[in-house]
Nanobody, 126 residues
Framework: QVQLVESGGGLVQAGGSLRLSCVAS????????MGWFRQAPGKEREFVAA????????SYADSVKGRFTISRDNAKNTVYLQMNSLKPEDTAVYCC???????????????????WGQGTQVTVSS
């Protein structure tokens, strides 16, 4: 079984920064891509960013491009999401996930991610 545990969420004022972490543990995994998604109350789950595990390849939602940065530490089985210039509309529960199917064109599709963490709350006040 694979476990993903997120941390780093919290309450921050608009314009502030947070750094989320996601640690993967359990049986040996060699993920293809890992991603961050978010879901605000009453809204559908939304792709935020993804990173390839073996090569330097990242992708971002247009809404966070230039403000958020995804990175990874393979030795620690950890993916990070550095969030700068936060806006109230970034408020959501942020979850990390491991992509287990599909191809590289589907990195923004939550349906191809088979393992999910419980999420961490990010609240941005105006």
């Amino acid at each position: 079984q694979v476990q993903l545990v997120e941390s780093g969420g919290g309450l921050v004022q608009a314009g502030g920064s947070l750094r989320l972490s996601c640690v993967a543990s359990g049986r040996t995994i060699r993920p293809n891509d890992m991603g961050w998604f978010r879901q605000a109350p009453g809204k559908e789950r939304e792709f935020v960013a993804a990173i390839r595990w073996t090569v330097v390849s990242t992708s971002y939602a247009d809404s966070v491009k230039g403000r958020f940065t995804i990175s990874r530490d393979n030795a620690k089985n950890t993916v990070y999401l550095q969030m700068n210039s936060l806006k109230p509309e970034d408020t959501a529960v942020y979850c990390c996930a491991i992509k287990t199917s599909g191809d590289s064109t589907q990195r923004n599709d939550p349906k191809v991610y088979g393992y999910w963490g419980q999420g961490t709350q990010v609240t941005v006040s105006s």
